[in-house]
């Protein structure tokens, strides 16, 4: 049994009928690498039955303290049914890829069952005209609770479930015999003994703070660091108001040779910065084609792992702080805007390392269950989203993951685009997901915000094009060998 930290619980707590808190991903497969070239449905239950016990959340559900006075635990579910997560579908003809997004959206709409475990994946045949996918390619939606995990989770949980060698390997499932849930009364008891520890955390985190913020100030004074935007000058913009609660998605993927290109034309900069850049480029073009781009610049949030390193493979949960960076959507200049965005991002690294990203996240620790549920709930009741300027504007989170080919069933992961959350005042959310010599970026928005996602997606190529034509030297043109004359004889 393992008790949810307050991060964690916030997102169960921010819930509504609008706002579905959870994450996941739209991966797609080429069945050709399966023995025989066709995989079944009931081969995709056996498999995952025999994978499951790698991720400890797939068969956990949430115990709740009575009276929520404190966090939830996660306890074994003594009724867990593969067959009520795993679910079969299929696009209809002709099965291009607006059907697809369309079937993704609806998909992501849908709140998780908060009584069973928290995810569910569906498979979906009939991709027939999704241009450029092999013949006979499937896709799997899942969806997976940010209370469980976050981003670097995520993958973590999704590698327990592929393979890197092809094969279909139709293992016996490991013995599992789920511990006895508690009884309410030892979930009170544990929360007396969680309010007893408080004022002990609070002594050792205030230890910690001192010399955290001696060091924040002595790193503003010699590095002459600065906030992008004053607090309360952050422009606001048709993506942070209140969500209607209908989401539309959609993704593009470019190759990593052609973004570390872009990187390596400019000293110091990162594929991070390149993608940002991307997004501030695609951002400014799409507001200018709604006569809505502000003066200021549009600013994003980006999540940091804390996580160390022994602790990314084996830990679940969500281990993130935050980083503000500027997306330079003011600057035309393709150049001038990235230049503009590593200056940002450097900053906001060299402040966040000045107080530490963990301590930043160890504060939240400190607040009660009951104040931190009651206050993100009213927070969610009373929809501040539409007074006021945001804090940041759009969320842009980078995930790397493996550049080696991964197998599900046996069957080849040709791609895959993440799938984020959309909140009031937040209605627009990046998952960055890089794969195989590929990098996908995918925005996840409120269908009102943003009734044309396609041309978003266009927005994100023109960007791409004219960064790496203002980067990167066209290629010489190869010197024409002309072939040695031949006598009429031969």
């Known amino acids: 049994m393992e008790q949810l ?246 993704g593009i993927s470019f190759d990593l040779a052609d973004l570390r290109a872009i990187k390596d034309a400019l000293p110091g900069a990162t594929i991070n910065d390149v993608v940002l850049a991307l997004g501030g480029g695609a951002l400014r073009r799409y507001l200018l084609a709604k006569n809505e781009l502000p003066d200021e610049p549009l600013i994003t949030m980006a999540p940091i792992s804390v996580r160390t390193r022994a602790a990314t493979a084996m830990t679940t949960g969500n281990e993130v702080t935050a980083m503000l960076a500027s997306l330079g959507t003011h600057i035309a200049d393709p150049r001038q805007r990235l230049e503009a965005v590593r200056a940002s991002t450097s900053n906001s690294k060299a402040l966040t390392n000045a107080i530490g990203a963990r301590l930043l996240t160890d504060f939240q620790q400190l607040l009660p269950a009951t104040t931190n549920g009651v206050a993100a709930q009213f927070l969610a009741q009373m929809r501040l989203a539409n007074g006021g300027r945001p804090l940041f504007n759009t969320v842009m989170t980078n995930v790397p993951g493996p550049q080696h080919p991964l197998y599900f069933a046996g069957a080849r992961l040709v791609n895959q685009y993440g799938l984020g959350i959309v909140q009031d005042g937040l209605g627009l959310f990046h998952t960055i997901l890089s794969y195989d010599g590929k990098l996908t970026i995918t925005a996840i928005s409120d269908r009102d915000m943003m009734p044309d996602p396609e041309f978003y997606m266009s927005c994100f190529r023109d960007a791409f094009d004219e960064l790496k034509a203002a980067m990167v030297p066209p290629s010489p043109p190869r010197p024409r060998v002309r072939k040695p004359a031949t006598s009429a004889a031969e």
Not at 20 to 38: E, F, K
Not at 149 to 161: E, K, P, Q, R
Request: aromatic share 8%; hydrophobic share 35%.
């Open 5 to 250: 930290s307050p991060l964690d619980a916030s997102f169960l707590y921010t819930e509504n009928e609008r706002v579905a808190n959870h994450i996941g991903g739209l991966y797609i497969y080429d069945q050709s690498t399966v023995p025989g070239g066709m995989l079944r449905f009931r081969q995709i239950l056996r498999y995952l039955e025999s994978h499951i016990h790698k991720g400890p959340r797939y068969r956990q559900k949430l115990a709740n303290v009575p009276l929520n006075l404190d966090h939830p635990y996660w306890v074994d579910d003594s009724r867990f049914d593969i067959e009520y997560h795993v679910r079969h579908l299929a696009l209809p003809k002709p099965g291009d890829w607006r059907q697809l997004c369309i079937l993704v959206s609806r998909l992501h709409d849908r709140p998780l069952d908060l009584s069973r475990p928290l995810w569910t994946m569906d498979v979906i045949e009939g991709l027939d005209n999704v241009e450029g996918l092999p013949p006979g390619s499937f896709a799997i939606v899942t969806k997976l609770h940010h209370a469980a995990i976050d981003g670097v989770s995520s993958v973590s949980m999704n590698t327990a479930i592929h393979e890197t060698e092809p094969g279909l390997r139709l293992g016996t499932p490991e013995p599992w015999t789920p511990e006895t849930e508690p009884t309410p009364m030892e979930l009170l008891g544990r929360a007396h003994m969680n309010n007893l520890a408080q004022p002990m955390r609070l002594l050792k985190l205030m230890a910690e703070s001192v010399p955290a913020s001696a060091r924040y100030f002595l790193t503003l004074g010699e590095e002459n660091l600065r906030m992008d935007l004053p607090a309360g000058q952050v422009p606001s913009t048709r993506f942070n108001r209140e969500i209607s609660g209908r989401r539309v998605f959609n």
